[in-house]
C-alpha cells in the first residue's frame, strides 16, 4: 500500500479540463470507481482533488459491488438522489458503459479527451 501511489503517477492531459469546465458549468459530477476500499484512499493522497472534485463517490470496495453490475449503478442512483435516465456514464471500459446502458443511462466510452469532449459536446454539456 506504501508504493500504490506509484501505479497511478498522471493524470490524462486534458481530462481533468473537461472535468472542470463541467462544474464550471454547473453540471453534477459524482464517480463510481471499482478501486478497493484500501486503493482508494492511497489513490487521494497521491491525487487529492479526487477527494473534493465529486459530490458523491461509489467505491466498490466500500460498498461490495463492482461495475458493471446492475446493482452498483442502482445502489448509485439511490445513494446520488438521481433517476438513471439523468445520467451520463463516462468509463475507459466498455463493458461498464454497456452495465451503466443496461441500468438506463447514456454512455459515453472514454477514448481519451477529445473524444469525450466531443460526446460532452454532442449531448449539449459543453
Known amino acids: 500500500m506504501d508504493r500504490y501511489a506509484l501505479t497511478v503517477p498522471n493524470k ?25 476500499a484500501e486503493t482508494w484512499p492511497e489513490g487521494c493522497k497521491a491525487h487529492p482533488e479526487l477527494a473534493d472534485v465529486f459530490e ?15 446493482e452498483i449503478f442502482r445502489h448509485f442512483c439511490m445513494k446520488a438522489g438521481v433517476v438513471a435516465a439523468d ?21 459515453i466510452h472514454f477514448t481519451g479527451p477529445p473524444a469525450l469532449e466531443a460526446g460532452l459536446k454532442a449531448r ?3
Not at 12 to 36: C, H, M, P, Q
Not at 87 to 98: A, M
Open 12 to 36: 490524462i492531459k486534458g481530462s481533468w479540463d473537461i472535468l472542470y469546465a463541467l462544474k464550471e458549468n454547473g453540471t453534477r459530477v459524482f464517480a463510481i470507481t471499482n478501486w478497493s
Open 56 to 70: 458523491e463517490v461509489i467505491v466498490s470496495g466500500q460498498v461490495g459491488m463492482i461495475k458493471p453490475s446492475l
Open 87 to 107: 445520467c451520463i456514464f463516462t468509463d475507459d471500459g466498455l463493458h461498464n458503459c454497456l452495465g451503466a446502458k443496461a441500468a438506463g443511462m447514456d454512455s
Open 124 to 126: 449539449g454539456l459543453l
